[in-house]
């Protein structure tokens, strides 16, 4: 019997109220009642105020039993559709429908109910937990009462927002897929819904559609075999009508691309190759051939822009990641690129890190902003890069507006003509080890930053490392990895801290605060109207800062593991909740160098918390 | 006429259990204290990406019908390079030649290749053709000559000896 055969035997079980079978008293005021699911290992806890329920444990068990009884009949109401308008305007959606909130990519909620006044008396009201070790980056995404998150290897869970009660479940088949061309652990960053179905982009490049409400594949399509150089780790992008992903493979010499699809059918519409081939733009930057195992992976979800029409998406680095191997500046890698939707046509691309030796992937999240600078208004794009500079881009027309350092950042040297040039003395060689900053994993990797229309700030998880990195031998083989440089990451010899928050303005690109971290600071912000900033720390706390001054108002209990994942925020029935997945792992506690040593005790394993209001 | 294919087998540094199986013969490339050492340093050095049993874990299975599969198409010599430059992934090219070596050796062991009474060397590894193909666990239990440079008992920090030190006469 497959898994999925199981799960659907014993879906019917996990729509009865759960069966108790351990409360635990708990010091702080309020008493924890475990609800184990069907299936091993996992299972969710829901957290009931003592305070309030001075009740026998069997009537405990009663109550809870009772309490989850109104949220299960309104979810049998149905399931809110998903459409085009409901999309268009999800900055004010209840929910959390999509990747980074909105097209925009702020990352920002209009929710003031948990504010910098009473943020302190956050709580938690449920959690659920997996049992996989690897690393969780998913953001859990919100319709109406139905939460969807993933985990490692591509498990799909939808559970009630608001008991935590698991609805379905579905596993990824993975018969014969070795995972060999995943570089930097076995994630999944979350769904994209539309209509009634759910969307999940998979390690073996496939995109999945399912039925939101029973978990039934609906269809699948699969964009390129498992293990050959391609994966997909990002979260899909509903637009349109398509679904939209991008593939990763930048270190595995994959010829990556975006590709769009009906969302309804799973057919292909287009598809945007990220190297440029001869004959088209950019196909004269590469030496002969070497585009087709040229890289520039497209391993973050994009932003779109409906006054422009224009889709953005940003590419990765180029393979092998040693520069003097491919002469030329390698279009489009460690690029932004403005698209149109129809077609996957470029409509115009600006690259951060021209002819990379550094692994300067572009892929951070595109976020769509007004700002002024100077004096003047923008309608800008700003992103904080890998190579440790902060861009505010305009995005009608291409031109940078600035670029400020976030960090220490000496490969790319400055900025001539609106465009970056590179320390060529920095290029490492065969026989030349060099140190540069910031190390491969970037000022900032793919952690998504939020940008407050408040405030104008964008809130950035910044790593401080620096690298040495030198030239090494190297071949092409389908199915094992494509570099030719070894390196270390070490400290940035000035800032003894492995990461941080900062908070920049994106009026000037200037830092506006900073909350130093022992640790790396690895996990997603997001800001609210409420005047808060929520992101989580490596030690496994889940903080808010005031958006302003960067004061921390609150902080989690230690939760059971590190945080990589971005926060979300969403309303229900007039209650405003905060959820976050806790589960270490990603690319530092692999590549980190001098950071894996630091970082090597942290807890590992999965586990979702939703907070709320006492 | 057994005895003597066996022998012709074993002088050639091939284990008889793949011509059994009708099978081409599996080459024994490496010694069994090589793969007992190279299991300690796994332990050590790469067990926490791919896992205490080479199972996968954050990277991928370093064992088994998928990892060393037809369709991958690996050679013993695109392992090893690989390994030997770009691995351990938090500081590549660290460890001393003869780690990476013994280190090959187990990998070997785990996917079926039988020990055997010659070394494997740097200069051996990185330029081996042998398909790396997984040929399953009794390749490992039959290989001839495997007692002769079984090591001694395990002691210190490995925890879990060769299998097939254990099972040998």
Redesign the interface.
Known sequence: MTMFARLLRNASAWHVPCRIVACDGLPVGYRTCRARQQYSGEYSTMKVNQTKHRLSRLWLGVSLAVALAPATAALAAGYPQVTNARLAAAQNDNGWLMFRRDYAGRSYAPFKQINTANVNTLHEVWSYQSHL???YESTPIVNGQYMFITTPKDHLIALNAVTGKVLWKYVKPMK?????T?CC??VNRGVALYGDNVYMATLDNYVVALNAMTGKVVWQRELKPA?VGYAMTLAPMILKGMVIVGESGGEYGARDFIQALDAKTGALLWRRWTTAAPGHLGGNTWPKGMYKHGGGSAWLTGTYDASTNTLFWGVGNPSPWLAKLRPGLNLFTDSLLALDPSTGKIKWYYQYTPHDSWDYDGVNTPVLTSLSYHGKEYKAIVHADRNGWFYAINRVNGKLIYAEPFTRATSVEGFKDGLPYTNNALRPTMTKQIFTCPSFLGGKNWWPISVDPQTHMAYVPTMHTCMTMKG????Y?????Y?GE????VHDPADHSWGALQAINVDTGRQAWNHDSALPWDAGAMSTAGGLVFSGSARGHLYAFDAQTGKILWRSPKLSSGIIAPPSTFMVNGKQYVAILAGW?GGT?????KM?PVV?SIPRGGHLYVFALR | MRLRRALLALSLGFAALGSQRGEAAVPALYTAAQAHTGHATYEQKCA??HGKHEQ??????LKGP??A?K????KVE??Y??MS??MP??????LTPKQYVDIMAFLLRQNGFPAGQSALTSKLASSSTVPLLYHGPKAVQASPGVAATCPPAATGSVSNPSSHCKQSP
């Open positions: 070790k690897q690393g014969g897929v070795g995972f060999k995943v652990d076995v293990d090494a031998p190297t071949f083989h389908a199915g094992l990895p570099l070894s390196f270390e990451v792992g506690p692999i590549w980190g160098g894996v090597k | 926490m990406c996968g874990m954050v990277g991928p299975a998928i990892f599969s369709k991958a198409n690996y695109d392992i390079l690989f430059v770009n992934a938090y500081a590549p090219g660290s």
